[in-house]
């Protein structure tokens, strides 16, 4: 079946510009996670996700993050007025439940803030 | 706290095996094992969940020491394939949903 896909695949914003980064998990997946993944280091959680409740954002680096998932499915990560530390790759992933199962990642979204 | 690994890097000529490590410094419910390639996302490759649990994929195998907080991924008669960043990531027991990944070891395999 399909996998977790994610849009757009690279985004270039001016410093101040919002973005919004699309994720569309494994269908029947109930959890989704988001992460950010700085160069050469390991994705660093930033919030979860379980069906469209929202249970921990605590890895949010700032208000200018904002993440939801209306309908349990689709879920767009927003980041307000980016700055160039903002710049990484966004992953998302999903898995069927929460801690004892594995997580599929999507591609990532390459952002670059100049 | 992120767990540490080691080696941090390590090069290996196609066939010989190798073993990486991961250490918290927390009470570990679970660790997962992923391989990540330049530009792609990670590949999950196992999880672990009890102490003292050993997984065998492949010639592709894991430990898990509950008690010493470590995990240990042991490739055998590696492949080019092999290559890439080997990350694991851990759940600490009572902590609800952030899998929080280790340093990192970059392993390249050569002819």
């Known amino acids: 079946g399909a996998g977790v896909s994610q849009s757009p695949r690279y985004k270039v914003a001016k410093r101040g510009q919002d973005v919004a980064l699309r994720c569309d998990p494994i269908?029947?997946?109930?959890?989704l996670f988001w992460y950010q993944q700085a160069l050469g280091q390991g994705p660093e959680f930033l919030t979860y996700?379980?069906?469209?409740?929202?249970?921990?954002k605590s890895g949010l680096p700032s208000d200018r993050f904002f993440a939801e998932r209306p309908e349990g499915s689709v879920s767009t990560l927003k980041i307000q007025r980016t700055q160039q530390e903002d710049s990484a790759v966004y992953l998302c992933?999903?898995?069927?439940?929460?801690?004892?199962?594995?997580?599929?990642f999507g591609p990532g979204t390459r952002l670059t803030v100049t | 706290q992120q767990p540490v690994q080691s080696p941090q890097a390590v090069i290996l000529r196609e066939g010989e095996d190798a073993v990486i490590n991961c250490s918290s410094s927390?009470?570990?419910?679970?660790v997962h094992w992923y391989r990540q390639k330049h530009g792609e996302a990670p590949v999950f490759l196992m999880i672990?969940?009890?102490?003292?649990e050993q997984k065998g994929h492949d010639k592709i195998s894991a430990s898990f020491n509950e008690k010493k907080q470590q995990s240990s991924l042991y490739l055998t008669a590696s492949q080019l394939s092999y290559s890439g960043t080997y990350f694991c990531?851990?759940?600490?027991?009572?902590?609800?949903?952030?899998?929080?990944f280790g340093t990192g070891t970059r392993l390249q395999v050569t002819l």
């Open positions: 269908s029947g997946h109930v959890s």
């Open positions: 990531g851990t759940f600490a027991t009572g902590t609800a949903s952030k899998l929080t």
């Open positions: 996700f379980q069906n469209e409740a929202q249970l921990d």
């Open positions: 992933a999903s898995s069927l439940a929460l801690r004892g199962y594995e997580q599929y």
């Open positions: 672990l969940l009890k102490g003292g």
């Open positions: 927390k009470a570990l419910y679970s």
